[in-house]
């Protein structure tokens, strides 16, 4: 099947600094990609929707300066949490979806510990 | 406003006993439900999906079934393996829409 890579697994970060995470299509062009933040045993919490090329679009009550969203190219779309503080401490994760496939297939997720 | 639902937060299940994960939605023009699989601090992974054209899809020990007039689909397991426990979440879609909705997840936990 499709492979969606997402780095770093794991980062620790001081408050107010910033952070990039990076999902990659391997093998397919994600001709849309999705970001979720999922909380324990809750479920997963679409925070945007990227097409290549053009804006993301937020959902309701994701602040788009704080998550800013980058799909420049059909393979790769990154996420940058922008002076992170620790109630951003989270598990985000991406998946990718290709043109006339059903299918989303979802990167392994990033942990992100803010002190 | 949730439009898949998983009422079942949790499930405990013998091994080798049959799993049932249940789930329903509200929005009748969905036509594409997917089961994914998550352990605890990885990724979904897809599991099984059937289209509305179908009632039933079968892939080795997984099977979905379909009810569109109850807007229900289950996941059955069987027979269970230890290696089963984890989370499952389903989800639908409708057309060639980018929009996906999951419900909360059901925690399978198949005991030895």
């Known amino acids: 099947g499709a492979v969606v890579s997402q780095h770093p697994s794991w980062v620790i970060c001081k408050s107010g600094t910033s952070v990039k995470i990076e999902c990659r299509s391997l093998d397919f062009q994600a001709t849309t990609m999705f970001w979720y933040r999922q909380f324990p045993k809750q479920s997963l919490m679409l925070m945007a929707t990227?097409?290549?090329?053009?804006?993301?679009?937020?959902e309701q009550g994701v602040e788009k300066d704080k998550f800013l969203i980058n799909h420049a190219s059909l393979t790769l779309s990154t996420l940058t949490v922008t002076s992170a503080h620790p109630e951003d401490s989270s598990f985000y994760i991406c998946?990718?979806?290709?043109?006339?496939?059903?299918?989303?297939?979802f990167g392994s997720g990033t942990q992100l510990s803010v002190l | 406003d949730q439009q898949v639902k998983q009422n079942s937060p949790s499930l405990s299940v013998q091994e080798g006993r049959i799993s049932i994960l249940n789930c329903d939605y509200t929005?009748?023009?969905?036509?594409?439900f997917l089961w994914y699989k998550k352990y605890p601090a990885e990724g979904p992974t897809f599991l099984i999906s059937i289209s509305s054209i179908k009632d039933k899809n079968e892939d080795g020990r997984f099977t979905v079934f379909l009810n569109k007039s109850a807007k229900h689909l289950s996941l059955h397991i069987v027979p269970s393996q230890p290696g089963d426990s984890a989370v499952y979440f389903c989800a639908a879609s409708r057309g060639s829409g980018n929009q996906f909705y999951f419900g909360t997840g059901t925690s399978l936990t198949v005991i030895p």
């Open positions: 929005n009748s023009m969905f036509d594409y």
């Open positions: 998946s990718a979806k290709g043109q006339g496939v059903e299918k989303l297939f």
């Open positions: 990227s097409n290549e090329g053009s804006k993301a679009t937020y």
